[in-house]
């Protein structure tokens, strides 16, 4: 597995011995100029310099197969035999474009160390980089560069891909059951740019810009399509991957969400909100939308629910919840999509979801041609969370009815 193609190094005469042979040394650097170069043909060569790494050689095998001379153009090849938690393992090839005669091989092992020359995990682009699937620990966050953010991504197994999108004001942990369970499945579950761990910027947040992010995801991850899942915001994020890369979306998981546009009441109440996040900062954020966001069942019954719901809302960087108040405010209506909607879709609700409550859904689910309802009782506007079994069912169900791609 390599992503690198094959590069070209001419032999000049000061890399050769009194005999006109090319020397040993001559040999490392040649492969190593060969690496350089892949480098800045592909990924560029502040691959690692981006991450904070450095590939240190641990060990480097040359097989000397046949004597190169002066003037000679070797054609060097590539191929990653390896890609570990922190080390990576390549086979560099020189064949001599003239005759095709192998000239020599280097086994070499590298190691990915800290500024602090410690060892590093693996960054998952630079293992994207080198043909590799990016593995991370369960639970573990990979961090990929979208463009003029970084978003952290929880993302685990293996199968068509399942694009798990929170809602405001929240992060991926929204969907810990659905993401340890829903196995045969590749489960992407990103932090929304200014949530969670990922990067918070002072602006840039809109529905489009939320969309285009997970799209370059996607491309990062290596992955074309994917059944987008989207929980209230994260429904409205999918309806702008819709309208924006239609192509990538291959099914359609809208939970406690609506289609329709904020108006001029609820505009006002975006304002006020983002008012308290900036004088009071997310901790006041939390406190009012708590009891808003779980059921009554939950409240009562769930303690440990309200706790955790309590510190993912705390956690919410402050220019995120800002953002995202003002990137739903001023959101499309998406009714008009509705009926066009033409890949497989459930609409999920809580039974006592106040913010989205199931009529809303119901009118949602009746206007997309191929959509079924369910509802789930005992939850509220975070069913994922209030009643994870049961929207694990309902949502590996819906997988199981879909085409094999
Ligand atoms: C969400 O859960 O994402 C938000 O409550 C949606 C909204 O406020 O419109």
């Keep these: 597995m390599s992503s690198f193609p094959p590069v070209d190094v001419t032999i000049y005469p000061y890399d050769c011995d009194a005999y006109g042979h090319m020397n040993q040394a001559a040999y490392m650097l040649m492969f190593e100029r060969a690496r350089w170069d892949a480098l800045a043909r592909g990924p560029g060569q502040d691959l690692f310099r981006r991450h904070g790494v450095w590939p240190a050689v641990r060990r480097a095998t040359v097989d000397f197969q046949a004597p190169a001379f002066p003037g000679d153009v070797l054609r ?7 890609i570990g938690g922190s080390s990576l393992e390549m086979r560099q090839r020189a064949t001599r474009l003239r005759d095709q005669a192998t000239i020599a091989e280097l086994q070499i092992l590298f190691v990915m160390i800290d500024q602090a020359g410690k060892p590093a995990r693996m960054p998952a682009e630079v293992a994207a980089a080198f043909g590799g699937r990016p593995t991370a620990r369960p639970g573990e966050l990979m961090r990929h560069d979208v463009g003029d953010v970084t978003l952290a991504v929880d993302a685990r197994g293996d199968g068509p891909a399942l694009l798990l999108v929170h809602g405001y004001p929240l992060d991926h942990t929204l969907w810990a059951h659905q993401v340890a369970t829903l196995a045969r499945w590749r489960r992407i579950a990103p932090d929304l740019r200014g949530a969670g761990a990922s990067d ?48 990538r979306v291959m099914g359609l998981v809208l939970v406690d969400s609506r289609a329709d546009a904020d108006g001029p009441e609820q505009r006002k109440g975006r304002d006020d909100m983002i008012e308290l996040a900036r004088s009071k900062g997310a901790a006041a954020i939390a406190e009012r939308m708590v009891p808003r966001l779980l059921g009554r069942t ?44 033409d890949v497989p879709t459930l609409v999920v609700v809580g039974a006592e979801d106040e913010l989205t409550p199931p009529a809303m859904s119901r009118t949602m689910a009746s206007a997309i041609p191929a959509a079924t309802l369910t509802t789930i009782p005992g939850a509220g506007h975070l069913a994922p969370l209030e009643a ?13 009815s879909l085409p094999k791609p």
Aim: hydrophobic content about 40%; aromatic content about 6%; overall charge negative.
């Design 200 to 247: 918070a910027p002072g602006g840039g947040y809109s529905m489009a810009s939320y969309a285009d992010d997970l799209a370059r995801l996607l491309d990062r991850l290596g992955v074309e399509r994917a059944v987008v899942v989207g929980l209230s915001m994260g429904g409205y994020i999918a309806f702008e991957l819709l309208r924006r890369h239609r192509q």
């Design 76 to 82: 060097v090849d590539f191929e990653v035999e390896k």
């Design 388 to 400: 994870p079994t049961a929207v694990t069912r309902v949502i590996a169900e819906f997988l199981e």
């Design 298 to 341: 939950t409240q009562q019954t769930q303690p440990n629910v309200v706790e955790q719901l309590r510190d993912m809302i705390g956690r919410c960087p402050v220019p995120g919840i800002v953002g995202a108040l003002g990137a739903m405010r001023d959101r499309p209506d998406s009714t008009p999509l509705l009926p066009g909607i």
